[in-house]
């Protein structure tokens, strides 16, 4: 098993930065990424971006594309979520997830960190 713990969440005002990390632990070699989600009261869970662990490819969603910047840290097996110029609808539960490869390209997320809380007021 993967366990991931994240932290960093809290209040910021629109226009401001947050960053999130995402620590891994236990069987990190089944890993092959690292994704990020979040989920606002009321919506699906969404996409936020993700990143290999190998490489450090990234890929993001439209909606943070240009603001929010994924890095990892492997000696540390850790995942950062950089977000600047925050917006009220920034506003939900982030949760990361580790990531195996399927055939067809895309990632299985198997494990779950238990997501943190961020606020953006306007």
């Known amino acids: 098993q993967v366990q991931l713990v994240e932290s960093g969440g809290g209040l910021a005002q629109a226009g401001g930065s947050l960053r999130l990390s995402c620590a891994a632990s236990?069987?990190?070699?089944?890993?092959?990424?690292m994704g990020w989600f979040r989920q606002a009261p009321g919506k699906e869970r969404e996409f936020v971006g993700n990143i290999r662990w190998s490489g450090g490819s990234t890929s993001y969603a439209d909606s943070v594309k240009g603001r929010f910047t994924i890095s990892r840290d492997n000696a540390k097996n850790t995942v950062y979520l950089q977000m600047n110029s925050l917006k009220p609808e920034d506003t939900a539960v982030y949760y990361c997830?580790?990531?195996?490869?399927?055939?067809?390209?895309?990632?299985?997320?198997?494990?779950w960190g238990q997501g943190t809380q961020v606020t953006v007021s306007s």
């Open positions: 236990g069987r990190t070699f089944s890993s092959n990424a």
């Open positions: 997830a580790s990531g195996r490869d399927l055939p067809d390209g895309s990632y299985e997320y198997d494990y």
